[in-house]
């Protein structure tokens, strides 16, 4: 028997056992119930008492060796993985992970917000579906026009109170004044609703960015300067700006504000429909109705607004002639814009 422990002995001094589940198997080889200094322990009893007390000496040596070693080795193998590190190819070339690519309307969208906020404007926001109030009436919005009809508009209910996808992001306009006086300078990002036949260049939701600057002393020249400001940063140093007279209800003047097509750099190309301009935003002063609805004194207080269209600005950065790509999510287009930015 004493040949037996110091074999053990010498058996259990060699193992290696790099991880949990061979510090198990050891465990269970050797010192469980059914393990082998168990079965010693059976042994022990068959032992002549002449020798008991020299063999019991040894045999509990024994088990506290073993019992060392368990605690050793388990102490070594916490922490690393269950896998027998043996079995892994350490030379193998890494597996690539697909990683996600931010969407070219929030790369644009920040663009534009980050130009504005250079210029002092802060960001608002205000809720999708809306009220009759917030986008047309109290942005002086007659009670015929053609954007209050069903064909335009997308109504959740109608009568006794008309609530509703906002068409635009004016709303935050009125939103806005109506909780503050000026000086205000926002601009605010959104998704807008129009009941439109889905095609390449059109569809039945898209965002917009709207600008507004209420204060003393507010002038065309003012808006004029701002844009022409955005115009450069967002489309380079030589960018012109022309602004045209047109109409909104919110706004007198009014006007529409064409870039230099830089595609031809303003010869004239089929892009710019050979007119070397190309459409970006509406803007004007903001009519005195609308300051008055939303209970700012227009006797003291004058401002701009402007709003655009994100899918437009990201058309003309990124030639994306099909409207329809920005909202498919596949991942073939998304991830075009990964190198973008
Ligand atoms: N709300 C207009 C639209 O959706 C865009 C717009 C034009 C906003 C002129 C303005 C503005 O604030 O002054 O077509």
């Known amino acids: 028997m004493i040949n037996k422990i110091e074999a053990i002995r010498e058996e259990v001094n060699a193992v290696k056992a790099e991880i949990p589940a061979k510090v198990e198997e050891f465990r269970i080889k050797y010192l469980s119930k059914k393990g082998i200094l168990a079965s010693l322990m059976e042994e022990f009893r068959t032992v002549p008492a002449d020798q008991k007390r020299e063999l019991g000496q040894k045999l509990n040596q024994l088990k506290n060796f073993v019992t060392e070693r368990y605690n050793i080795l388990k102490e070594n193998a916490a922490g690393t993985s269950a896998i027998d590190v043996s079995s892994i190819d350490l030379t193998r070339s890494a597996t690539s992970f697909p990683v ?27 809720p999708e579906i809306e009220d009759d109030w917030h986008v047309f009436s109290s942005l002086n919005f007659p009670a015929d026009h053609p954007a209050r009809d069903m064909q335009d508009t997308f109504f959740i209910t109608r009568n006794p109170i008309d609530v509703l996808l906002r068409t635009h992001t004016s709303s935050v306009q009125t939103r806005t004044m109506e909780k503050n006086q000026p000086p205000i300078r926002i601009v605010c990002p959104g998704r807008v609703y129009r009941n439109e036949a889905i095609s390449a260049r059109a569809h039945c939701f898209f965002h917009q960015i709207e600008g507004l600057y209420i204060d003393k002393n507010v002038s065309f020249a003012d808006l004029r300067q701002v844009l022409l400001n955005f115009a450069r940063q967002m489309f380079g140093p030589e960018t012109k700006i022309r602004l045209r007279p047109s109409y909104f209800p919110f706004t007198e003047p009014s006007a529409e504000m064409d870039i230099s097509c830089d595609i031809c ?77």
């Not at 969208?109 to 504005?116: A, G, K, M, S, T």
């Not at 209970?295 to 994100?310: C, N, R, T």
């Not at 600005?313 to 991830?335: P, Q």
């Open 265 to 341: 750099g303003g010869k004239g190309c089929p892009f710019c429909k050979e007119t070397g301009w190309v459409e970006i935003l509406g803007c004007g002063m903001v009519d005195p109705n609308v300051l008055k609805a939303c209970g700012i004194d227009p006797e003291v207080y004058s401002g701009y607004a402007f709003g655009l269209g994100i899918e437009r600005i990201t058309n003309l950065k990124y030639k994306v002639k099909d409207l329809r790509m920005f909202s498919e999510n596949d991942v073939r287009f998304l991830a075009e814009f990964e190198s973008a930015r």
């Open 100 to 126: 996600g690519a931010r969407h070219p309307i929030s790369i644009v969208r920040n663009d534009i917000i980050r130009i504005f906020s250079d210029m002092g404007f802060t960001v608002a926001e205000g």
